[in-house]
């Protein structure tokens, strides 16, 4: 039962240009949102969050948009650099338990 | 100040055999959980650990179990190795509640069941 999903596996992106990454959820419990950033033979590392009782939440070239009513959470990157190209998980977490998706592959083409 | 610390970072085991994965949270995290990541899954909740107690499990069967001692550290220890346990396995420390800042990820451990 994947609580959490991210339905696109990759997103290629030209450098300079916005990269969005979408991500949806089913319960409604959630409170917390959050982004984690994965190279390969890395650990993830956290990225952005968002609190359930916001729609936005911006960090220098990475902001988190929520819909609630949607269930729909995305993170978009501009400008998107070849640094950026890694693997991301979307997380969400109710009752301190945390739910991943199944990471999104996104590729910055110089 | 040194981060989440996995060893060993490979292991080739056997079916049938048993494994133990070691995980060093960040210096004055108490929560260590476990998570298994394989292609097309994400990342699976194994178990999470607070101050030598389990304090959540996710649904993995029972060959999956855990520890964690006095000094916060943790253990994973899987039985009975079958091919569908090959995987990264992932430790992540928090303080305490990760809350909105999450967890601090070691590199994990890739397991592979011959």
């Known amino acids: 039962d994947q609580q959490v999903k991210q339905n696109s596996p990759s997103l290629s992106v030209q450098e300079g240009r916005i990269s969005i990454l979408n991500c949806d959820y089913t319960n409604s419990m959630f409170d917390y949102f959050l982004w984690y950033k994965k190279y390969p033979a890395e650990g993830p590392t956290f990225l952005i969050s968002?609190?359930?009782?916001?729609d936005k939440n911006e960090d220098g070239r990475f902001t988190v948009f929520l819909n609630k009513s949607a269930k729909h959470l995305s993170l978009h990157i501009v400008p998107s650099q070849p640094g950026d190209s890694a693997v991301y998980f979307c997380a969400a977490s109710a009752l301190n338990q945390f739910y991943f998706g199944t990471g999104t592959s996104l590729t910055v083409i110089p | 100040k040194a981060g989440v610390t996995q060893t060993p970072r490979y292991l080739i085991k056997t079916r049938g055999q048993q494994v133990t994965l070691s995980c060093s949270p960040i210096s004055g995290h108490r929560s260590v959980s476990w998570y298994q990541q394989t292609p097309g899954q994400g990342l699976q909740f194994l178990f999470e650990?607070?101050?030598?107690?389990?304090?959540n499990k996710g649904n993995f069967p029972g060959r999956f179990s855990g520890r964690q001692f006095s000094n916060s550290r943790s253990e994973m220890n899987v039985s009975t190795l079958e091919l569908g346990d090959s995987a990264l396995y992932l430790c992540?420390?928090?303080?305490?509640?990760?809350?909105?800042?999450?967890?601090?990820f070691g590199s994990g451990t890739r397991l592979t069941v011959v």
């Open positions: 650990y607070f101050s030598e107690t389990q304090r």
């Open positions: 968002i609190s359930s009782i916001k």
């Open positions: 992540a420390s928090s303080l305490d509640r990760p809350g909105n800042y999450g967890y601090t």
